[in-house]
């Protein structure tokens, strides 16, 4: 039977509507298929192409070995060594997660680590560096290394590469200056100085290593490998080999160094001592007592050991009180005064004061150290036999005269109270009292009383809140002894490459100038001759039969509570033609002409050649 077409439905308009659209749609996405396939096909498979194959290709980073650290006469300071470092890399370890576990398991056996810090760790390094092999232990010993070796086929994906290390030949002597080297941390990696540095990378962190980081760091590597789909390794492209860091040359005179060390360790065991030339502040030496020894920081430090070098009960090793003391000075501020009162004319060099064994002021009696009475007496002789009351008298003159700030204003110019410019990192300041800084404290509560005539008077001999450190003291001096050029002290002599050939000098700002009346300066000078030489002089027995003329100040600063008086000592040699400085404390040691003196002397025989030299200990007397 035949179906009649007038009886077949007819077509909505609706119906049409919706058949257009859904045709529209499906032409329009027809459309954009279309043309999306020819654009990635036809205008972009070029670089898609390229993209691919990049893909393909995995870069790994190859450490660059650090320059070295050589003294004056190119011994080495710090040099490179070569470790074995455990790793494992990614494209060899158990898929599956138990056995991984495993692995760290006998892996943390033969290391003494804890499977989970293996894990941790190697996440990390892997998540940063997915194609790169994770470092276990940075520095193995052999007989670990053998086992690994010898049990390769039990510890999929473990391997043993070598890598450089820091060494530090010397290991406590210097560790101050040199300073030590570790992993970056998230705060350096945000500082435009490490630039380049990316996670993992060793830096320096302390000393010279910090200070000329960018010059010892040297250029990484890297490594090209290709990998499959799945990020297998299959072989190497190219290589691209790390650059050495540039070699470093410092001012320091190994020797002389060396000898610091030693008399320093011959004392109580906590103090500081700076060798430092006065017409360019070149530093030939610069310790602290108790040291360290900056090979730990070669091995990634255990938590223990940083406490250990950081706890006040053991000395705090890893300070530095060269430049981070802050200690009272006793006399051996007298040549501050002494400057300070000549320049503001508050006394000339032949100015007559008594010194009655005793001055009192305000109810409160300023003595003599060992009850000494020295009578009358001007400004050569009060240096020479340290005679507190005349300094007394000068600080209390000073504290009336004009504004009052004669004795400040001149510390300051001489260095004291603010930072000397040498070439280490986290330099401190220390504390030059004033009324304005004594009254400030006073109305926030912090101390118990505003300024008074007493506190000048104690600054005037080195006491009460006054805190300077021996790089403070040595540039005070020096600036006396050169002629009022305030030297920036300097440990970086110049940038060589491996052969030792100079790429750059590293030159100190220019020498900020004070005037210094010569008359005035010879006078000072003459007292600190006298000191060491004349009888009644404080440090006359310790130099006694010494072949170099030494001019120096002893002190001895009272820090109470029971406490044991630190000892202080700072000379300049060759006298008169001076071209060294040496300032000495020992936080316990007593009477300067006691401890520090003859640690001076020490220190002095290293710096001039004299052979068999014997340090005595003078009298107490400052």
Do not use: C
Not at 173 to 202: I, S
Not at 391 to 401: E, H, P, Q, V
Not at 569 to 574: C, K
């Amino acid at each position: 039977m035949y179906l009649d077409n007038e009886r077949r439905p007819a077509l909505t308009p609706k119906l049409a509507l919706r058949v257009a659209v859904i045709g529209a749609i499906a032409l329009v996405a027809f459309g954009v298929i279309f043309f999306r396939l020819w654009y990635l096909q036809v205008l972009s498979g070029d670089r898609y192409l390229a993209e691919a194959k990049d893909n393909q290709r995995r870069e790994i980073k190859v450490q660059a070995p650090r320059g070295e650290i050589v003294d004056r006469d190119g011994t080495p300071l710090v040099v490179n060594r070569v470790g074995l470092a455990v790793k494992v890399t990614p494209d060899k370890l158990p898929t599956d997660r138990a056995e991984r576990l495993a692995l760290y398991r006998r892996l943390g056996r033969v290391l003494r680590l804890r499977p989970r810090r293996i894990a941790r760790s190697v996440r990390k390094q892997l998540r940063v560096e997915p194609f790169a092999a994770a470092t276990v232990k940075q520095d193995a010993p052999e007989p670990v290394v053998f086992w690994i070796l010898e049990h390769g086929d039990d510890l999929p994906g473990v391997t043993v590469e070598r890598v450089f290390l820091r060494r530090y030949p010397y290991h406590t002597v210097g560790a101050h200056l040199v300073g030590n080297v570790g992993e970056v941390n998230q705060k350096q990696l945000g500082d435009p100085r490490y630039r380049g540095v990316a996670l993992g990378d060793r830096v320096g962190q302390s000393g010279v290593e910090q200070q000329y980081d960018r010059f010892l760091r040297g250029r990484n590597g890297a490594s090209l490998v290709q990998v499959d789909a799945l990020g297998n390794f299959k072989r190497e492209l190219a290589v691209d080999r790390p650059q050495q860091g540039e070699q470093l040359r410092l001012s320091v005179d190994l020797g002389v160094q060396k000898a610091g060390q030693a008399a320093l360790a011959g004392g109580t065991g906590r103090g500081a001592f700076v060798v430092m030339n006065v017409q360019n502040g070149e530093v030939l030496a610069l310790g602290s007592q108790p040291s360290f020894d900056p090979n730990l920081f070669s091995k990634v430090i255990r938590e223990r050991d940083y406490k250990r070098l950081t706890n006040p009960d053991l000395g705090a090793p890893l300070t530095n009180r060269a430049t981070q003391g802050g200690y009272p000075t006793g006399s051996t501020f007298k040549l501050i005064t002494a400057t300070a009162a000549l320049q503001s004319g508050i006394i000339t060099p032949d100015t007559p004061l008594f010194d009655g064994g005793s001055l009192q002021v305000g109810g409160v009696t300023f003595k003599n150290a060992g009850g000494a009475a020295h009578g009358t007496l001007a400004l050569r002789t009060a240096l020479t036999v340290s005679s507190d009351v005349f300094f007394y008298r000068l600080g209390l003159m000073a504290n009336s005269a004009g504004d009052g700030l004669a004795l400040q204003r001149w510390a300051h110019r001489l260095g004291i109270g603010g930072l000397t410019g040498i070439d280490l990192p986290a330099e401190q300041s220390g504390t030059l009292p004033s009324p304005r800084w004594r009254n400030r404290l006073f109305k926030k509560k912090v101390l118990d009383r505003p300024w008074s005539a007493g506190d000048n008077i104690n600054l005037a001999v080195g006491q009460g809140d006054l805190r300077a450190d021996p790089l403070q003291m040595a540039v005070a001096y020096a600036t006396v002894a050169n002629g009022g050029r305030v030297v920036t002290p300097r440990l970086g002599l110049r940038i060589e490459d491996s052969a030792g050939r100079a790429i750059q000098d590293l030159d100190a700002p220019p020498a900020r100038r004070v005037g210094i009346n010569p008359g005035f300066r010879q006078a000072i000078l003459d007292g600190l001759r006298g000191a060491a030489s004349l009888p009644g002089g404080t440090s006359t027995p310790v130099f006694e039969g010494f072949p170099i003329p030494v001019a120096g100040k002893t002190g001895t600063a009272e820090k109470g509570l029971g406490r044991a008086d630190q000892s202080w000592y700072v000379a300049l040699a060759p006298y008169p033609d001076i071209k060294y400085v040496v300032a000495v404390t020992d936080e316990a040691g007593g009477f300067g002409a006691e401890t520090a003196a003859p640690m001076a002397r020490q220190i002095l025989a290293a710096l001039f050649g004299v052979k068999g030299d014997k340090a005595r200990a003078g009298g107490p007397s400052d």
